[in-house]
């Protein structure tokens, strides 16, 4: 079955250092999502990306966070200059098609668990 | 303000008893709703999921019910076993001036005793 993969499983920065979060969606799918979770609380929602571009983001994603989709399999996630509280587990996801469509269910990665010290 | 929310932090349940996890949501414009089921250390999983337009929707001994009247949605996992066991959360879509994300809940934590 296909799956949604991410690397680095664990990763360990310190503060002000940029991280690149990596991701390979399902092959056949076009809407890529990014998510972080806190530790012991929710799963929020970061920011999507169709047709080359963010279609929605939220207000954590602000402008120390960009995503790229560099050739036709990755999906990256930067964050320029991290600090402590973005030490999360982040979530990959991606669909077949928009909320709206059929096929809209998003498959998640494992997560990348973010340690900032 | 748009929020998803559940009832209850934890639920415990004997192994083969149904178990019901219940979830309110405050954005009575949200048309599409997903149950997801967090195993330790894994992303979310997608259980089932229903639109607006459904009352109740079956799976494979899953059962989402969703009452419009009062927003609110449940799960109901028929025959539990130990790899129930998990956090569940509720997801809803919601809809503002033509982008759409998901919106998740705090999930509730089942824990099923053999």
């Known amino acids: 079955e296909p799956e949604v993969t991410q690397t680095p499983s664990h990763q360990v920065t310190q503060m002000g250092q940029e991280v690149i979060l990596r991701c390979v969606p399902i092959?056949?799918?076009?809407?890529f999502y990014w998510y972080r979770q806190i530790l012991g609380q929710k799963v929020e929602f970061l920011v999507s990306f169709y047709n080359n571009e963010i279609s929605e983001k939220s207000e954590i994603f602000d402008d120390q966070f960009s995503v790229e989709r560099p050739d036709g399999s990755n999906f990256t996630l930067k964050i320029r200059s991290t600090k402590l509280e973005d030490s999360a587990m982040y979530f990959c996801a991606s669909s077949e098609f928009g909320l709206a469509g059929v096929g809209y269910e998003q498959y998640f990665g494992p997560g990348t668990r973010l340690t900032v010290t | 303000g748009e929020s998803v929310g559940l009832h209850l932090p934890t639920l415990s349940v004997q192994e083969g008893d149904n178990s019901i996890i219940n979830c309110a949501y405050s954005?009575?414009?949200?048309?599409?709703f997903i149950w997801y089921k967090q195993e330790s250390g894994k992303g979310p999983q997608f259980i089932i999921d229903?639109?607006?337009?459904?009352d109740k929707r079956q799976g494979q001994r899953v059962t989402v019910l969703l009452n419009k009247t009062v927003k609110h949605l449940s799960l109901q996992i028929a025959a539990t076993q130990p790899g129930d066991s998990a956090v569940y959360f509720c997801a809803e879509n919601t809809r503002q001036g033509g982008s759409e994300k998901l919106v998740f809940g705090k999930g509730t934590k089942l824990t099923v005793n053999p």
């Open positions: 954005n009575s414009a949200s048309d599409y």
């Open positions: 092959s056949n799918h076009l809407y």
């Open positions: 229903i639109r607006s337009n459904m």
